[in-house]
């Protein structure tokens, strides 16, 4: 089970926008930085979002990410089959041992 | 141009040895955390630990303490994970990451990933 929890899936039609929840605690998203990635299949995750909001060069203004106290949230806007992927979100957690926690992922299909 | 770059596929029997590598290019390979993630066939992803390859100065998920060791040949800008006795278990593929700090989730680069099989 993981520390960080997100919807085991979502789906959308193209062009229509979807959101993707992640949900920590005090020790994680509560008080670090929350990342984003998109991992197609077959291939490796790719950062999508940083530091809560950020998007590095690259990535469209499509996504876009939030957080409000121990829960964050991806959006894609303007959904695309090419969309079609798993969501992870990260951060990090300072309970017992600082370490990286990874939400589940979540399964975007465009319908 | 930032790549990371990991050595190919192993299968290996249960209780061998294993090192697998990760190459950085393109940036000061020195300057940045490399991070290592397990993904199990059909499953997310976990962070294992991180190491700074000025120092190798590293640290681990307690989950996978004693069970792994990461280390850097800065000479050759490589990082390695490496296994003493391997495991059915251990099964997966193995990403290397690039993160500009300990403490950031943010890792902006990843290696193509290395498939590792266990089995007799």
Redesign the interface.
């Known amino acids: 089970q ?1 520390v960080l929890t997100q919807p085991p899936s979502v789906s959308a039609a193209p062009g229509q926008k979807v959101t993707i929840s992640c949900s920590g605690s005090s020790s994680n998203i509560g008080e ?4 984003w ?1 998109q991992q197609l299949p077959g291939t ?4 999508l979002i ?2 809560n909001n950020k998007r ?1 060069s690259g990535i469209p203004d499509r996504f876009s990410g939030s957080k409000s106290g121990t829960s964050a949230t991806l959006g894609i806007t303007g959904l695309q089959t090419g969309d079609e992927a ?1 969501y ?1 979100c ?3 957690d300072r309970s ?10 979540t399964k975007l299909t465009v319908l | 141009e930032v790549q990371l770059v990991q050595s190919g596929a192993e299968v290996k029997k249960p209780g061998e040895s294993l090192k697998i590598s990760c190459k950085g290019s393109g940036y000061t390979f020195t300057n940045y955390w490399i ?1 290592w ?1 397990r993904q199990m066939p059909g499953k ?4 294992m ?2 190491i700074y390859p000025g120092d190798s100065d590293s ?4 989950s996978f303490q004693g069970q792994v060791a990461m280390s850097v040949d800065k000479s050759i800008s490589t990082a390695h994970l490496q296994w003493s006795s391997l495991k059915a278990s251990d099964t997966a593929m193995y ?1 290397c ?1 690039r993160s500009s700090a300990y ?11 290395t498939l590792v099989t266990v089995s007799s």
């Open positions: 993981s670090n930085y929350v990342s990635y490796a995750p790719k950062l940083y530091d590095p798993d992870y990260g951060t990090w017992l041992s600082a370490h990286v926690v990874f939400g589940g992922g | 991070g993630v997310g992803l976990e962070w630990g991180i640290r681990y998920n307690p990403y990451a403490g950031d989730a943010g890792f902006d680069s990843w290696g193509q990933g």
